[in-house]
């Protein structure tokens, strides 16, 4: 079965950097379109990055410039790398990937930023 599985958020200060990643199984990697989606308490989740197999990237408004989204195929990861971080940013993040019509999601990781 689809399993993702998200690793690297934590506590840092406004202007750190975080590195976030997803592992994946059960799925043949290099050919998905991977995501990062975030959800901050009382919002709804929103897209944050995503990442064709072909390598292009999309970002959502508030995170260009400072988030870069990649992917490692050999490794069946993708990676959020965050930079410049705002308390704003503040929120559980959670890896995605579509197949066959079917959402599959990681169990998320927390990132807090504040000082």
């Known amino acids: 079965q689809v399993q993702l599985v998200e690793s690297g958020g934590g506590l840092v200060q406004p202007g750190g950097s975080l590195r976030l990643s997803c592992a994946a199984s059960?799925?043949?990697?290099?050919?998905?379109?991977m995501a990062w989606y975030r959800q901050a308490p009382g919002k709804q989740r929103e897209s944050v990055a995503s990442?064709?197999?072909?390598?292009?990237?999309n970002y959502a408004d508030s995170v260009k410039g400072r988030f870069t989204i990649s992917r490692d195929n050999a490794k069946k990861t993708v990676y959020l790398q965050m930079n410049s971080l705002k308390p704003e940013d503040t929120a559980a993040y959670y890896c995605?990937?579509?197949?066959?019509?079917?959402?599959?999601w990681g169990q998320g990781t927390q990132v807090t930023v504040s000082s």
């Open positions: 995605n990937t579509e197949s066959y019509g079917r959402d599959y």
């Open positions: 059960g799925i043949i990697f290099r050919v998905y379109t």
């Open positions: 990442i064709t197999r072909g390598g292009n990237t």
